[in-house]
């Protein structure tokens, strides 16, 4: 789906989509920050990651370059939250021998819960091809929430 457009977006519009650029963002870094804490014991997951990381980088991408078109401010760092959050997680980490796979992947579910709220909220607000491209990020955030959280139940066992 094209993400250029001439049309100039309304501020709730323009809101909307700042935000779920940021929230792509910061699920970009989530999900390479996890990886790169079970590269060793879990490179599978970790790659499994990466490849989501991939995915939200291409979707901040298109909410940023639409709202650039529209002659708006488009994210291009995380948020200041998400950054704690994770250095919390690096200093409870430090203090284990080893990271706890379940607990990162666990993390990541929860924060694939926010982004996943995100989206349906945004949904309900857009109209036309906004509506169009959330819907199309907002299926691949569905099923990497699932694939996250069946995983995380896995590791349960």
């Known amino acids: 789906m094209s993400t250029r457009s001439n049309t100039t977006l309304d501020s709730a519009s323009a809101a909307k989509l700042r935000e779920l650029a940021q929230l792509s963002i910061d699920s970009r870094d989530g ?9 060793d014991d879990s490179p599978a997951i970790a790659q499994k990651f990466r490849t989501f990381s991939d995915e ?14 529209s002659g708006e401010d488009a994210q291009e760092d995380g948020s200041w939250a998400a950054s704690i959050h994770r250095t919390w997680m690096n200093i409870r980490d430090m ?3 080893k990271p ?17 709220q995100a ?39």
Do not use: C, M, P, W
């Open 95 to 97: 203090l284990a021998e």
């Open 31 to 39: 999900f390479d920050y996890a990886a790169e804490r079970i590269e």
């Open 100 to 116: 706890d796979i379940y607990a990162v992947v666990a993390e990541a579910e929860r924060g694939e819960d926010v982004i996943k």
């Open 56 to 69: 939200r980088a291409k979707f901040a991408e298109q909410l940023g370059g639409l709202l650039r078109s």
């Open 119 to 157: 989206y349906e909220d945004a949904a309900r607000d857009l109209q036309g091809n906004l509506l169009s491209l959330v819907n199309e990020h907002f299926a691949s955030i569905r099923a990497t929430h699932d694939a996250v959280r069946d995983l995380r139940d896995s590791l349960k066992k």
